[in-house]
């Protein structure tokens, strides 16, 4: 298993922007899909966003769509979740998880904890006037 690091959380108005980002420490994540997944106060673990191996296909959850964008950047080995529009219902802990199946991403699965292998220990958002 990957050794997952997210960061970037914090404290933010609603309307507000944050980017999380995903590493592994001593591995690059190119050979993965890489989800992020988050846990809102007494709440289940959620599926919010997806990139596929190879960086063909995109997911998000519809709650997020058209404010959260994913990226990879494969020279820092580093996955990205630029959060925009943010909204108190946005505050959970964001984590990061990976896996090897190609098709991890597509709808059926990106929200499936199981189809993820690896998991970072998850950031906080906070999303508050």
């Known amino acids: 298993q990957l050794n997952i690091v997210e960061s970037g959380g914090g404290l933010v108005q609603p309307g507000g922007s944050l980017t999380l980002s995903c590493a592994a420490s001593?591995?690059?994540?190119?050979?993965?899909?890489i989800s992020w997944f988050r846990r809102a106060p007494g709440k289940e673990r959620e599926g919010v966003s997806c990139?596929?191996?190879?960086?063909?296909?995109?997911n998000f959850a519809n709650s997020v769509k058209g404010r959260f964008t994913i990226s990879r950047d494969s020279a820092k080995k580093v996955v990205y979740l630029q959060m925009n529009s943010l909204k108190p219902e946005d505050t959970a802990i964001y984590f990061c998880?990976?896996?090897?199946?190609?098709?991890?991403?597509?709808?059926?699965?990106?929200?499936?904890?199981?189809?993820?292998?690896?998991w970072g220990r998850g950031t906080q958002v906070t999303v508050s006037s």
């Open positions: 990139i596929s191996i190879g960086d063909s296909y995109v």
């Open positions: 001593g591995f690059t994540l190119d050979s993965y899909a």
């Open positions: 998880a990976a896996s090897t199946a190609r098709s991890a991403c597509g709808d059926m699965y990106f929200r499936r904890e199981d189809i993820f292998e690896s």
